[in-house]
């Protein structure tokens, strides 16, 4: 696909509508893009290039942009390889092209290609500036969003912000959906335990006028800025972005499954709005791990199996750990039939996790849920509403 972004800017990116996984794990339904840009001035700039399952269709798309005109600069963003797989191609096609990236990224490239660039590359630093014409580039180092690496690229003279990972979203460019559902599950999932490094990010960006925001997935963002940043702002601060209830799951024959149905039944009737029920057996766990940072309350309900908890709900809090799960109200729900611990482990594990409030009303349930058990769901109701 190539499109203008503005008259001397070109989109040169390609849809990934046959991927089934992103990085291996996240579930993709309506694919993803590789985002990639050329800049025409005096000198010519490619920003980044797509995954190896593209590389055809990339260099068509540059070929037909470029003509027989030749680029001068490849500037690399990110290393990971749905970015920068096509390095030995353009290094062949245009032998006499310069790559610019920063000294950490040049020191991780031979881990990825056997190529020596020494003589081709030019390394850039905080601040620094690289002037192809009337556009001029100026750098930002980005450390560990979501890889050490990172930078992103601010074009001056037309108020471009190049971001790299950041502000990007599942799905292709033709996909027809809600921007923040699928950058939502893209954010806390992929780059989410980078909070402050993000954070330290949308510092340095706003000294800056930004128009436009060229993300390396998903669309190009040109208007209501405020909107797409405001998100960044709160995913990153880990603050809750909605006030409401996500009870997640794991259910050996059903009765647990009907205890949080019970008490996400009791919640609505109470007037609570926002209640999302999730079966994690069944469910994408990237988007429950979403529902968990989007929702300033969260519930867990798990029987005891094997002296712990299900492996499901462990896969769950794992991840939860693993991207910095913090700022929430957590309620707990158990079952157990002769010896229930998985209250007592999953409150363990929560209480290591920063700014957690654990609810000492913890419901548990023998087995099957009878009228006691109801009560004691009404009263968790009452506490969470």
């Known amino acids: 696909m190539i499109k203008n972004v503005t008259d001397n800017v070109y989109y040169v990116g390609v849809d990934d509508k046959t991927i089934d996984l992103f ?34 269709d990339w260099m ?24 920068s797989a096509n390095l030995m191609d353009v290094i062949a096609q245009y032998p006499d092209i310069q790559i610019v990236s920063n000294d950490k990224l ?27 014409g009337e556009h001029t ?39 027809d959906e809600d921007w ?7 954010y806390f999932n992929i780059v989410g335990k980078y909070g402050i490094p993000v954070q330290t990010l949308l510092k340095k960006a706003a000294a800056f006028d930004i128009r436009i925001i060229c993300p390396l997935h998903g669309p190009i ?4 800025l405020e909107y797409y940043i405001g998100k960044y ?63 300033d309350r969260l519930v867990v309900a798990c029987p005891t199996y094997d002296g712990g908890i299900m492996p499901v709900m462990e896969d769950f809090m794992y991840h939860l750990k693993m991207k910095a799960f913090q700022k929430r109200t957590v309620a707990i729900i158990e079952n157990g039939s002769w010896a229930p611990m998985a209250g007592k482990l999953l409150k363990e594990q929560f209480l290591a996790m920063k700014d957690i409030t654990v609810l000492e009303d913890m419901v548990t349930i023998r087995s099957t849920v009878k009228e006691a058990d109801r009560k004691n769901l009404d009263a968790l109701a009452e506490k969470l509403k």
């Open 137 to 175: 580039l100026h750098f930002l180092m980005a450390p560990m969003v979501h890889w050490p690496e990172v930078m992103v690229t601010y074009e001056s003279a037309e108020k471009i912000l190049f971001s790299a990972d950041g502000f990007g979203k599942f799905g292709t460019l033709d996909t």
């Open 221 to 224: 963002l040109s208007e209501n």
């Open 60 to 83: 068509d798309n540059l070929s037909q942009v470029l003509g027989e005109k030749k680029p001068d600069y490849l500037v690399i963003s990110h290393l990971e390889p749905d970015h």
């Open 106 to 132: 040049f020191g991780m490239l031979p881990q990825f290609f056997d190529v020596d660039i020494k003589d081709r590359s030019v390394s850039v630093k905080e601040g620094d500036t690289l002037e192809l």
């Open 233 to 295: 702002q709160t995913w990153s601060s880990y603050e809750p972005e909605d006030k409401g209830v996500f009870i997640a799951y794991a259910s050996l024959h059903g009765n647990t499954a009907g205890a949080a149905h019970d008490l996400a039944g009791m919640l609505k009737a109470k007037g609570m709005e926002k209640v999302v029920v999730s079966d994690l057996a069944r469910e994408d766990m990237a988007e429950c791990i979403e529902d968990a940072f989007r929702y």
């Open 180 to 186: 923040a559902c699928e950058a939502r599950r893209y």
């Open 23 to 56: 990085e291996g794990q996240y579930v993709v339904p309506n694919g993803v893009s590789y985002n990639s840009y050329v800049i025409m001035d005096d000198k010519i700039a490619i920003i980044d290039m797509v995954d190896k399952r593209k590389a055809s």
